[in-house]
């Protein structure tokens, strides 16, 4: 068949102009596009994808290749197989003492990307404003934006552990403000947030009749004072279950970041809507990815917890060694990144982790992918070997060095 001639480059971009305002007017990602030149370069040390290095615990693929020889390739129902939404009903009551009623209040998502994307349609409509704490994940702000909202940026600061406030919160609310967005344990700076402070932030939520989306990927990967006092899950606090949205998965956590499995709870009114425009959109998450969360819940908390205490390790040489270099580093206490101070070199976020790259072949985000509050800082991930951590800071030390001293 002969191939049809395509038409001038004028004429797509012509077409381009047509689509969705929305949708252009949102930047791409500011993480991806540093690893797209990465992957075009040797000896390349990554200290930025946020993705376990870790292979999925084996019960987890030994459970998937059986449910695939024994032909386990159907769609599931709508809201997720019934045995995994039983399990995960009971870890947040193991867990949390939460207790969300596996039939009507559970629903396996693709991820916890999709959770976010049905619980934003679901609660926004056109012009609700949205507060998010930032630095912050760098789909939160777009997604609310899909689903109509407007965005408003709430600052956290080094000096406050990057923890958000109630007085933080309140100094932001309109007669518009409809729904709070919390992501603790943070993604990129480590924070968690302490019960006193939840506690104080539930008020303000109750006194404003807010609704609260709360994404919790990273509560199984908390270390120190965090560990200890155990994740406090926003749901427990007074006042909130009724009005949030949990957000959870098994990326981070259990290693499973390819199979593309997550799930949100909620009350069932909330829930409801969020079953429709998950219906519509995805039908029903990955069959053999469910069985694998499924046998992850039930076979795989050991190697769970391997795999935070190997966290935990890193996560000292990255932070001991950041700070070696003469980068001021917050404590981490939860997730798997370091959030350095970089602004005595006098570069941008942007200058450094591009002159990082190209000059010391190490891969890191810049700051400001997360949010104004970014600016003046680099992501680090320590979800990589100690050796290559190790190389990562000399080769980090050596190029600071060197622009100091230009």
């Known amino acids: 068949m002969e191939t049809l001639a395509r038409p001038a480059p004028a004429a797509a971009e012509r077409m381009a102009g ?25 000896d390349v040390i990554s200290l930025g994808i946020g993705e376990p290095d870790f292979v999925s615990p084996q019960p987890i693929i030994d459970a998937a290749k059986t449910a695939l020889d024994a032909g386990r390739t159907s769609y599931t129902a709508n809201l997720g197989l019934a045995e995994l939404r039983e399990a995960i009903s009971g870890e947040m009551a193991r867990l949390y003492g939460l207790d969300y009623h596996a039939e009507d209040e559970v629903i396996v998502t693709v991820g916890a990307s ?13 012009g609700d404003e949205v507060l998010i704490p930032e630095p912050c994940f760098v789909s939160y702000g777009p997604l609310a934006e899909f689903a109509g909202g407007v965005v408003r940026w709430v600052p956290t600061r080094a000096e406050n552990d990057f923890q958000v406030t109630a007085e933080d919160i309140r ?38 009749d807010l609704l609260v989306l709360s994404d919790e990927i990273y ?25 949030t949205i949990l957000i959870g998965g098994f990326s981070k956590g259990y290693a499973m970041t390819g199979w593309r499995i997550g799930y949100a709870c909620a009350p069932q009114p909330i829930l409801y809507q969020m079953y429709k425009a998950h219906q519509y959109v995805i039908m029903s998450a990955p069959t053999v990815s469910q069985v694998g969360a499924l046998a992850g ?13 190997a966290y935990d390790d890193r996560r000292r040489v990255i932070v001991d060694g950041l700070r070696a270099a003469g980068f001021p580093t917050f404590e981490p206490e939860g997730a798997f990144y370091a959030f350095p101070d970089i602004t005595s070199t006098g570069l941008s976020s942007e200058d450094f982790a591009q002159r990082l ?22 992501r680090c991930s ?25």
């Open 114 to 126: 999709e959770a976010m994307t049905i619980a934003m349609l679901s609660l926004l409509d056109p």
């Open 297 to 309: 819940i039930r076979d795989a908390q050991p190697a769970v917890e391997d795999m935070r205490r």
């Open 18 to 42: 047509r689509l969705s305002r929305r949708i252009r007017e949102v930047p791409p990602s500011g993480i991806r596009r540093f690893f797209e030149i990465a992957a075009t370069m040797d």
């Open 219 to 243: 509560d199984r990967l908390v270390y120190g004072e965090a560990h200890e006092d155990g994740h406090v899950s926003v749901p427990t606090l007074p006042g909130l279950f009724e009005r």
């Open 171 to 208: 100094s932001r609310i309109t007669d518009k403000t409809k729904l709070l967005f919390l992501g603790y344990p943070n993604n990129p700076t480590g924070a968690v947030l302490r019960r006193d402070v939840l506690e104080e932030i539930a008020e303000v939520v109750v006194e404003h």
């Open 382 to 406: 320590y979800a990589t070997a100690i050796d290559q951590i190790e190389e990562a800071i000399h080769r980090i030390t050596a190029f600071a060095d060197r622009v100091r001293n230009e």
């Open 357 to 378: 790259l190209q000059e010391e072949h190490v891969a890191a985000v810049p700051g400001s992918a997360f949010g104004p509050s970014g600016e003046g800082y680099l």
